[in-house]
């Protein structure tokens, strides 16, 4: 469990770092709270901060479920493909929005399978 652990840690770290790379966007741009559409840089970093939050309220509990009932190797293994899918999702995103599919589906299927493994885990323990 202290794998699944660490794995939840690197993801809420990350949310932390697409935190403040949206706040220095917001700073670089000049553009005042609460605004959040005028600067096209500071509104790709905040939909990529925004989304990544939307995703983890899946992920998370969906990755100790999965290691609870299913089996951790696999939940830590998962939320590693979230992660790195929200750091390609964020890469491309940044870039050029119209490539971001690749990073988004990493992490959509991460989810769907820690959803169905920790579905699997329960029905299989009642």
Not at 91 to 100: E, L, V
């Amino acid at each position: 469990m202290a794998f699944v652990a660490l794995v939840a840690l690197l993801i809420l770290l990350q949310y932390v770092a697409f935190i403040g790379l949206c706040g220095k966007a917001r700073a670089d741009s000049g553009l005042q709270a609460p605004a959040t559409t005028g600067d096209e840089n500071f509104e790709r970093a905040y939909r990529v901060q925004m989304n990544t939050l939307e995703q983890m309220v899946v992920t998370l509990p969906a990755m100790w479920l999965c290691a609870q009932f299913f089996m951790p190797i696999v939940a830590a293994i998962l939320g590693l493909g979230f992660f790195v899918g929200r750091l390609v999702y964020r890469a491309a995103y940044i870039k050029d929005p119209s490539t971001r599919g690749p990073g988004m589906i990493i992490g959509f299927l991460s989810n769907v399978l820690l959803i169905l493994c920790g579905l699997w885990g329960v029905i299989t323990h009642l």
